[in-house]
């Protein structure tokens, strides 16, 4: 039985909390942390955690029998938790972002290395059916080479989504939607597409004038095998409809889960290659459920790989790399330049402090509240079909 800590009791922790309730034959809540410890009991009160206790400081559970760690805390606490952890041989999963900067990332990632300990960050979408039956399509060659994608990661917060205390500012959030929201469906893009090799990106804030940071940004980005690419990351956007599209040399597929094909006529013109869209449909069709959706199939993942020792699918190499492509929108779009990848050691935009230093800073935050009402929250749509 692995016993499991909560480092974090707000509004991401019921997701973590409910998905190891979900093993609990395999697993057991025995803390939950919060520099708000009223928090944190109300979490253990609110699931009726009975072997948990409640505790304000992190510090004290280094030296507990504890196996893993999930960490819900804002993102510029990542890297000294997780590092701390790690070294104090507990294995660790890490909301996303992974962290603030590339420096913290590559600190978080040597810990995991010299302690031998697990290093997963959260990318649930990943674990969602349309996610990995697309992935598989992509995978089977029948559309061809992919040519140019297409990410809409179009959310909607309104104005005093900023007001808590930690949001809003590059040095707690560490970024705007691009990083915060958009970092779902940009990990999901580098798991299909792989890293580009440049890009141009614009950023804006056009309807929260009380942060710092961009609620709409786009890039353009280049492939090495010539694909082009798009990624729109926004929060206000209606509706929240998002969705990832690639186009291939044969066929178009997205999540969620629309499909075309298409031969040339005589003229050059199109016409629908039923044939093929045939054979898609049916190796999509044919390809398994997940078992477990979103965070309760990662932290199944998770758990799998610290009882079989298999790796897992998400690891701070994969969480790493998604933050060095949200890094060089932020960089593009902040000094005009284009980016080529990867950003090294010495660029400016590889620490927290350069980041702060250079990102554009649209607004000064102007109110701070420490907590909201707990409220469900949205953390992305099914990608289902018609959803």
């Known amino acids: 039985m692995l016993k499991v800590a909560i480092i974090g009791a707000g509004a991401i922790s019921p997701s973590h909390i409910q998905a190891y309730l979900k093993f609990s034959e395999r697993c057991e809540i025995v803390a ?93 979408n990943r674990f969602k059916t349309p996610m990995m039956k697309l992935k598989s399509v992509l995978e089977s060659g ?112 997205s999540a969620p889960w629309k499909l075309k094909a298409s031969s040339s006529k005589a003229n050059g013109f199109p016409e629908p290659n039923v044939e093929l869209e045939q054979e898609i449909v049916k190796l999509y069709e044919e390809l398994p459920e997940v078992a477990y959706e979103g965070h309760q199939g990662q932290i199944d993942n998770v758990l799998q790989a610290i009882e079989t020792g298999a790796p897992v699918l998400i690891d701070g190499n994969s969480g790493r790399s998604t933050l060095e492509l949200i890094l060089g929108i932020y960089k593009s779009s902040s000094t005009g330049e284009k980016v080529t990848f990867p950003i090294s050691a010495d660029d400016p935009f590889y620490t927290r402090e350069g980041i702060q230093a250079n990102a554009t800073h649209f607004y000064e935050k102007k109110a701070s509240v420490e907590n909201f009402q707990d409220q469900t929250i949205t953390t992305g749509s099914s990608l289902k079909s018609g959803s």
């Open 142 to 253: 029948l559309m061809g080479p992919i040519v140019h994608a297409q990410v809409d990661s179009f959310w909607w917060r309104g104005h005093c989504y900023y007001d808590l205390w930690w949001r809003g500012t590059w040095e707690k959030e560490g970024g705007g939607c691009t990083l915060n929201h958009a970092v779902h469906h940009i990990d999901a893009f580098l798991w299909m597409m792989g890293r580009p090799s440049e890009l141009q990106a614009f950023m804006s804030n056009t309807s929260h004038d009380n942060a710092e940071v961009e609620d709409l940004s786009i890039a353009m980005l280049r492939f090495p095998s010539g694909a082009l690419a798009q990624i729109t990351s926004s929060v206000v956007h209606h509706g929240e409809e998002q969705q990832l599209i690639f186009q291939g040399k044969q066929a178009r597929v």
């Open 32 to 124: 939950i942390c919060d520099i708000y410890v009223d928090k944190a009991q109300s979490r253990i009160d609110q699931f009726q955690l009975t072997a948990a206790k409640a505790v304000s400081d992190y510090k004290e559970l280094l030296g507990l029998d504890i196996d893993l760690i999930s960490v819900c805390t804002p993102p510029y606490t990542h890297a000294p938790i997780t590092v701390d952890f790690l070294q104090a041989g507990k294995h660790v999963l890490v909301e996303k972002p992974m962290a603030s900067s590339l420096q913290e990332c590559d600190e978080m990632n040597e810990a995991a290395r010299k302690s031998g300990k697990i290093l997963s960050v959260v990318a649930q």
